[in-house]
């Protein structure tokens, strides 16, 4: 069975990402059909994901159309990277006690 599909997820992320050496693509066939799992820089997440994950999604939906066209059903896997979804900390200085001093002696 051809690679197709692999290799227009390829040559489309690279298009669209500032580190296209760093894309990187596995196909696997299973009874589900052809999975393409999908690897790039962590600061090119964004580009592939796009906002509200429109870009993701025109790309799963063009993936579909190519794997239509070769009588397979295709799916892809964005890899997230290693440590991502970083969110910040609620205060600069976490676990640091805070100054309720303004408040402790009010009476409701």
């Known amino acids: 069975m051809n690679n197709a599909d692999q290799q227009f997820?390829?040559?489309?992320?690279?298009a669209i990402v500032?580190?296209?050496d760093e894309v990187?693509?596995?196909r696997t066939i299973d009874e589900r059909g052809v999975l393409i799992t999908l690897d790039v820089n962590p600061a090119?997440?964004?580009y592939v994901i796009g906002r509200r994950g429109?870009?993701?999604?025109?790309?799963r939906t063009l993936l579909k159309i190519v794997g239509a066209?070769?009588?397979a059903?295709?799916?892809l896997k964005i890899n997230e990277p290693v440590g991502g979804r970083q969110f910040a900390a609620p205060s600069d200085q976490p676990n640091q006690p805070i100054d309720t001093s303004a408040v402790d002696n009010l009476d409701i």
Not at 9 to 14: D, M, N, R, S
Not at 54 to 59: K, S
């Open 24 to 26: 990187k693509t596995t």
């Open 44 to 46: 090119d997440m964004g």
């Open 73 to 75: 059903r295709v799916n």
């Open 9 to 14: 997820v390829e040559l489309l992320v690279k």
């Open 69 to 71: 066209k070769n009588n």
């Open 54 to 59: 429109q870009t993701a999604h025109a790309i």
């Open 18 to 20: 500032n580190n296209p």
